[in-house]
């Protein structure tokens, strides 16, 4: 067996500086998964500087607002039972100081920080009730279809008091995605009615979270396998759209559907953006404002073409424009990571910038026309006002 390391989930910080990511590696002690955060300056200047020790399950680093410390999930405390953990950057030591931030004995499955620098969101099962251990340490295992696998469920962890409030008006469903609205505003969250399967990917609901009342507003169904909510802001209105697979079909490619909260009762119309597009989205990514960004598989050997002219001919994509503090620029695609343009870019399409850059530019640039090397490209397009695509 080969034990081989992979980088995954990259994050920028807030303010542009700094990039954040997992090394997840298969091997390690007694030969169980581990992993370690690592994190390293946007522009390259230095070199990557590993925060975590790697002999436990480091993994998911995601960012304060204010970029000054990085929180991730480790089952340093306890084996299998992964907790939320923050990572405070006020030094240059090699390996930094973590503290533990939650002793949830359901296990801490994902989190999102929230705006208000006060709050993050975590997904996790309930924690074991007594006849739950009992079972356990009895060895009594028997699966029942549709109660074997706990519901992940929705919490608000408050990082001054550390209380956790579970979200209690979305019931039992089991939530699978989550965004929060970029001015600070409701959480997008879509729900299955159970983790299985078959029936859940059918049974998808989206609603809105107040994060501070835990409100639920319900939005109603949604599509079959929806995913990736994603908000965006056209003429002062805010939309939200998602992936689900293209609807009147239960298999297929997905679709971006999207649509406008009303402020009461179930969303009314729903929209399929990507009506007759060539290729298949995988992944939405949010931006502060204006269109978000769609990332879709495009073969082994990259076509770009864009609204925009490219300095670097016709099939390169154009060169972004400078970074904006505040907006996020990597968002994880598979099977390799999938980058966006900048929120005051106009529609473009770039590949993963890591593989080439323009020729002839003293700035390096995304290279759309080289080769793909031995990984699947994903490439992320902004979707225009109008909704037409650019595909790349």
Do not use: Y
């Amino acid at each position: 067996m080969v034990d081989v390391a992979a980088a995954v989930a990259p994050a920028i910080s807030p303010d542009g500086r700094l990039v954040a990511h997992g090394v997840v590696a298969n091997g390690g002690r007694g030969g169980r998964p581990h992993g370690s955060v690592w994190v390293t300056a946007a522009d390259g200047s230095t070199a990557p500087r590993r925060l975590t020790d790697g002999t436990a399950r480091d993994l998911g680093p995601k960012w304060a607002p204010d970029s000054a410390s990085l929180f991730f999930t480790s089952d340093r405390e306890e084996q299998g039972t992964a907790q939320l953990q923050r990572i405070r950057l006020d030094g240059s030591e090699d390996i930094a100081k973590a503290e533990a931030l939650t002793r949830w004995r359901g296990r801490i499955s994902d989190h999102w920080t929230l705006l208000d620098g006060r709050t993050v969101a975590l997904l996790a099962k309930d924690e074991p009730t007594v006849e739950g251990q009992r079972r356990e340490a009895e060895r009594d295992d028997a699966k029942i279809w549709g109660q074997h696998l706990p519901a992940t469920r929705l919490r608000l962890l408050d990082l001054e008091t550390g209380a956790v409030r579970t979200v209690d008006g979305l019931g039992d469903r089991h939530v699978v995605g989550l965004a929060q609205r970029p001015d600070g505003g409701p959480l997008a969250v879509l729900s299955w009615s159970t983790p299985e399967l078959d029936p859940g990917v059918r049974t998808a609901e989206l609603h809105l979270v107040d994060p501070g009342s835990a409100a639920v507003h319900d939005l109603g169904p949604v599509g079959i396998e929806a995913r990736s909510p994603a908000w965006w802001n056209h003429n002062s209105v805010w939309h939200l759209a998602h992936l689900a697979v293209t609807p009147a079909h239960f298999v297929g490619g997905l679709a971006v559907i999207d649509t406008v909260p009303p402020e009461t009762g179930p969303a009314v119309e729903h929209r399929n953006l990507t009506v007759g597009m060539s290729v298949s989205p995988t992944e939405l990514v949010q931006v502060e404002d204006g269109p978000h960004s769609r990332c879709s598989p495009t073969g082994w050997t990259p076509r770009c073409t864009s609204s925009t002219p490219s300095p670097c001919g016709s099939t390169s994509c154009p060169p972004p424009p400078a970074r904006s503090p505040g907006s996020p620029r990597v968002a994880p695609g598979e099977p390799s990571p999938c980058w966006r343009a900048p929120r005051t870019s106009p529609r473009t399409s770039m590949r993963d910038p890591r593989a080439g850059h323009c020729s002839g530019s003293a700035t390096p640039r995304p290279n759309c026309a080289g080769s793909a090397g031995a990984s699947r490209n994903v490439s992320a397009t902004r979707l225009p006002i109008d909704s037409s695509w650019t595909a790349c």
